[in-house]
């Protein structure tokens, strides 16, 4: 391992440091500028404090093997194991991207994994991380071949790993299937960082769900660049319930390159104590998309005056006419509705509890049903915590 400070690197050596010879990463990097408060999304997603600390960046080895599995396991950076039948040679990247850590993370990566799937298949990913004061870096490219329906179930542990960054990513090309992605992260205050930078291209008659559930006390971040080509549909979905000084951000951005294409796009949000969230959300409709259908809708309740929302849906419509819609409202819960349940005997707890599982479960019910069970699962172990 060798000792690293991100943001007194510059882009240009970045590279021969990290073992990695990606020009167009460098030259991206350049262009976006490191991960700081320069950065819009990052106005409130302190990327840089993250970045102003010093990491063991964890190194390349020579020589490893993965075991043969039916899931997909990174631990502490590399690849334990993979469903060897799904890997592949032909990784991909996204050419541009809008995000600063989707280059960095590129060119950090100690681990590259190819995967193609071309059949109906339900993969489990799980991101491990032991280590303490580590950076670690990886990325997946994924290939759905065509009319394949896949479905991603992505968990995290990094309890163990206190003071460590996780920088890592997707890259997915959807050829005419369905993908369903749903990441479940239960972040805790000491635990390690979870940040990723991913790039899915969607391409004609495709479906994307991409769902984000992060329920817990610590930092986590989900970035996204999606492209939908011709009548490929979108639907994204983000939960968080934060507590004590958890800090989660869901940044996306969603474009409409060609016509017919369709966006939905919901999140919720419950914070307590001095959490805070960052929703920034652009879907973007280009001037070959006519046809288009675009909803955006972001809800939070605060639980006290100590946490903070930050809520940014936005829409770019570069054509005349499609249907469009985009809101965002922050509240707390309704005294005349706590009032009311109390009223019929119910302690004050429970009746909260009623309230924020009713205004969640319609996100939950949203998950695949294969995953509906699990979120609900962690959704009451972090309010057994009350």
Known sequence: MREIELLKSDPGTLGDFCGAKEEKFVDMLKSLKMPSKEVEHYRYFDMEYLLSKNYYLIDKKSSRSAENSNRLVFENGYLKEAPKEFISRSGFSAQEHFDPVYPLSHLLSCERVSLEIDRDVTLEVSHVNTLKGALGAYRISLRIKSGAKVLIKERFEGEKGSGSLILFGWDVDIQEGSLEFVTISEPKSEGAVFVGSHYIRADKESFTGYRSYALGSGTVANIALIELEKSSRCEASHLVFAMERASVANITKIVHKKSDAATRQKSR??????????????????????????????????????????????????????????????????????????????????????????????????????????????????????
């Not at 009032?339 to 996100?363: D, H, M, P, Q, W």
């Not at 609900?376 to 172990?381: I, L, M, P, T």
């Open 269 to 386: 949000h419950v914070l307590k104590d001095k959490a805070q969230a960052v929703f920034d959300a652009l879907v973007r409709v280009e001037k070959d998309a006519e046809g288009a259908s675009v909803h955006q809708e972001n809800r939070t309740v605060l639980l006290n005056d100590g946490a903070y929302m930050v809520a940014k849906p936005q829409l770019e419509i570069y054509i005349d006419e499609l249907e469009a819609s985009h809101g965002s409202t922050t509240g707390q819960i309704d005294p005349q509705e706590l009032f009311y349940i109390r009223s019929r005997g119910i302690e004050e707890l429970k009746a909260k509890k009623l309230i924020i599982t009713g205004f969640v479960n319609e996100l939950i019910q949203e998950a695949p049903k294969e995953c509906i069970e699990e979120i609900g699962v962690a959704f009451e172990r972090l309010f057994a915590t009350e």
